[in-house]
């Protein structure tokens, strides 16, 4: 079983932190507070910027998040990838953690399901503190 884990940037220092994702009622607000919780602490969150891990791994070991950027590497021994060279955006679409080329908003005819063996990945960034590596602002 893979684990679930989320990450986001903390309200006050823009810092990322890792654990289980809550909606807080706590504070009698109309609207929860998005937090993450783990062993250290509980910790409000940037909404948009709340990303759940794929259960996979880099070609370097580092856990990959919705929202990463990740650089693709085509396979060489399978033809029909091995000009594969560019960058992409983890989503979730349809049921499934894929890699997009584009912003999550506006991506292009590309579109790869993440359990796919033919190519490598590596993350370099995520969309929130490296949009220019795909393009965006």
Same mark, same amino acid.
């Given at each position: 079983m893979r684990e679930i884990i989320f990450r986001g940037k903390r309200l006050d220092n823009g810092e990322w932190v890792y654990g289980d994702f809550v909606n807080d009622w706590s504070k009698q607000n109309t609207k929860p507070d998005k937090t993450i919780c783990n062993n250290i602490g509980k910790y409000?969150?940037?909404?948009?910027?709340i990303g759940q891990y794929t259960g996979l791994k880099d070609v370097s070991g580092k856990m990959i998040f919705e929202g990463d950027i990740v650089h693709i590497t085509g396979n060489p021994d399978v033809p029909d990838w091995a000009d594969l060279d560019y960058n992409a955006t983890i989503i979730f679409k349809d049921g499934g953690?894929?890699?997009?080329?584009?912003?999550?908003?506006? +991506?292009?005819?590309?579109? +790869?399901?993440?359990?796919?063996?033919?190519?490598?990945?590596a993350v370099i960034g995520n969309i929130h503190d490296n949009p220019e590596l795909i393009g965006g602002t």
């Open positions: 409000a969150v940037i909404s948009e910027t953690f894929c890699a997009v080329n584009g912003t999550p908003e506006h +991506y292009f005819i590309r579109r +790869y399901d993440l359990c796919r063996f033919d190519f490598d990945l």
